[in-house]
């Protein structure tokens, strides 16, 4: 098929009017542009047609690869017809769908802000390039060296708005007819805008250079054009960061910068040129009768002058929170005394009871129950204990098989020192928020002056209860370690339970890392003010004053029960949920609204799994059925220890240690505690065991799935990781609460690196 005419069919398709079969058994390239060249006769080269405009030449019938068409622009605005090309597609079966591109630029004009009332002649754009080869496989222009200049007589009368001296900016000044469809390019100083005004009985000339302005295929240009010929006209227009004037600019209701320029100038027309001048300005904040205000608190900066053209830049700031309602557990936070005022200590060291900067006991979570200025060591897990170096925590000499024996960090070296800047090549260079779970919740992250220590503010405005995650990099920018930073007024000896299992007493958490109740209500305001932008002119010349709007949108969030989540073996907490927690942020303020996931094998024979969970804590690593993994001792270092030996990767937070059988002591294959389902007086429902000094509840919140990352099991399963592996390694013992009153303790039967919650229990 060669320059074959397709005409819309009944069924709303197209196709040719002859009928065509389709080879069998073989696949066609099909390309395809509009408009059909009408005119058949080719000349004895079957390539140019006898068209003077428009589409002048073809590719040959037997030509491949990459075809092009020659295009004139016809002289005539009317005839100047919209050139579109598929995009090519190699189909074995009939109907075939086409994508179509639009290959020119379609100028269309409008009045500007001043234009007074007059008839429009006439509109010229001069000197712009008029020919080319369009190669129908990429669609890029190959434009010949041929100037033209093409013009349109609207002769459309224009009124002023009423009891004002201009037409009302916006108003179409060329017709869908009139529209300029040209060749795509980037404009040089000879092409022009010349327009042509009839005012009072005399007709009056106006230029504006076109000179580097860009027309992209695809895309419609507008030109808004203003006119006085009567006296200098002034512009005073507040432009977007895409330079189109508005009336409104807009903030985030977590802080940005808002971007805008001021165009302020006169043009003057003396013998057909155009002229420019600037004309200062001022700028005033004014409430809505117009008086005089102070800048907004939450506007930090803002330009009140300038002279002529600016762009300019706004800041905004952070929104304080407004609660609506509010839980016991963020009022108990929000009436905590500063923690430097109560300890005497700024920083306050977490890894000291008192804060003192002394290092004590380490760990991967912290517990903040106050605001104030913050510090942690840079060590790697719990590896100081009582201010000397607990090496069980990353080393076990011993022969058994499948076990990290040295554990690894960042560059998948043997740890060799607690102090992670004692490893060789872990050198600190600055350290961030990963993510936060409530906005502004951690402030001020960076590194201590030796770099031995995280530093991090909780403000006291923005306190309440949540989860963080803390990060430290290398002179590379990678992650070398982070750490979970909990705030919560509850301590995670409150409420701790004992239990016996198998002879053994226990103290188990009251609640899972990371838990935060429901009832936080909060509401960030929308927020506006206005304001004047006013030129100060000489010369006689009355100044233009234009208002604007400055607006921020506001955000409600309501915060339900909710706990982070863990895959088997790693020490950071997961994003637990999105479709009933939507409050993830991350260090610029940006929410985040779906989890960094990748494909991972867990059986892969080196370390690598270990370095990129450590260098990417907030990515979700997804896995197989049954994969498995090289390592059963990740979170209990001493794995044929049942009690369980705190790892530098245990997740826990001081004191306490991932669980490991004592877990039967509440499911029904070893059940020694009744349990009731509750559904009301909670935050979500769940199971709660009556142990002999008090009830322990776990709720039904669900987790997410190895496999794919998605969220299940919400209402139906509670379960919580332990620290065993099954002997293949590719399954992990949890504690599974079903709804149906099926409570066990079971080797999951999908994938390791499902995301469950941690209910740790006392190092003793």
Known sequence: ??????????????????????????????????????????????????????????????????????????????????????????????????????????????????????T????????????????????????????????????????????????????AITSDAETFLLLPQTLTGNSEIILTIESNGTESNFNASLENQ????????????????????????????????????????????????????????????????????????????????????????????????????????????????????????????????TSGYTPYNLSNSTGAPTVENTANCYVVSAPGKYSLPLVYGNAIKEGAANTSAYKWDTHTRNVLKTFINHLGNDITDPYIYNNSGCEPKDAYMVWEGRLCLIGKVALSEDKHSLLFEVPATYIRQGNALLAVRDKDGNIMWSWQIWVTPNQPEEGMRAFSYNGNDYHIMARNIGEISGGDDTYFEAQATKVRFTQITDDNLTPKSVIIDIKRDDKHVYTPFCYTFYQWGRKDPILSRFDRYREWYDADHNEITEIRSEAWSLSTLDN?????????????????????????????????????????????????????????????????????????????????????????????????????????GVLTNGSIWSNILNNSRNEARCFQILAGNNINTQFTTDPLLHAFGVRPIKDE
């Open 120 to 171: 429009i002649k006439k509109i010229e754009i001069t000197n712009v390039l008029s020919s080319g080869s369009l190669n129908i496989e990429t669609g890029e222009w190959t434009p010949n060296d041929a100037i033209e200049s093409y013009s349109v007589t609207p002769n459309i009368a224009l009124e002023a708005v009423a009891g004002e001296a201009y037409v009302a900016a916006g108003t």
């Open 214 to 341: 860009i027309w992209t295929a695809g895309k419609t240009v507008i030109y808004r054009l203003s006119a006085n010929p009567v006296s200098d006209s002034l512009i005073l227009d507040i432009l977007d960061a895409n330079g189109n004037p508005v009336t409104e600019l807009k903030s985030h209701y977590t802080g940005d910068t808002i971007r805008y320029s001021v165009s302020s100038h006169y043009t003057t027309t003396t013998g057909g040129q155009s002229n420019s001048k600037n004309i200062p300005w001022k700028a005033e904040f004014i409430d809505d009768d117009g008086n005089i205000i102070e800048r907004p608190q939450w506007i930090t900066a803002f330009s009140t002058e300038g002279n002529g053209d600016i762009a300019c830049k706004a800041p905004t700031v952070l929104q304080e929170p407004v609660f609506a309602a509010m839980s016991d557990e963020t009022r108990k936070l929000r009436d905590a005394a500063d923690i430097n005022s």
């Open 1 to 118: 098929m060669y320059n074959v005419e397709v005409t819309k069919t009944d069924d709303n398709s197209w196709a040719p009017k002859a009928e065509y079969l389709w080879p069998n058994e073989a696949t066609l390239h099909i390309n395809a542009y509009s408009p059909y060249s009408s005119t058949e006769t080719l000349n004895s080269s079957e390539k140019a047609l006898n068209n003077s405009e428009g589409i002048t030449s073809l590719p040959s019938a037997d030509e491949t690869g990459n075809l092009s068409i020659s295009w004139v622009t016809p002289s005539d605005v009317a005839n100047q017809q919209d050139l579109l090309w598929a995009v090519p597609k190699d189909a074995s079966a009939s109907p075939c769908d086409l994508t179509f591109n639009h290959a020119l630029t379609a100028i269309r004009f409008v009045t500007g802000s001043e234009m007074i009332p007059c």
């Open 608 to 712: 690598s799994y270990i370095t990129k969970s450590i260098l990417n804590p907030d990515v979700f690593w997804t896995a197989s059925h049954n994969d498995t993994t090289p390592y059963n001792n990740l979170w209990n270092i001493q794995s044929n220890n049942h009690n369980g030996v705190k790892s530098v990767y245990d997740p826990s937070p001081l004191g306490f240690k991932m669980p490991g059988e004592m877990l039967k002591a509440f499911a029904l294959d070893s059940k020694e505690y009744d349990y009731t389902y509750v559904d009301t007086n909670v935050d979500f429902p769940g199971f709660s065991f009556t142990l002999p000094d008090g009830d322990l509840y776990f709720a039904l919140l669900g987790y997410r799935a190895g496999t794919t990352a998605g969220e299940n």
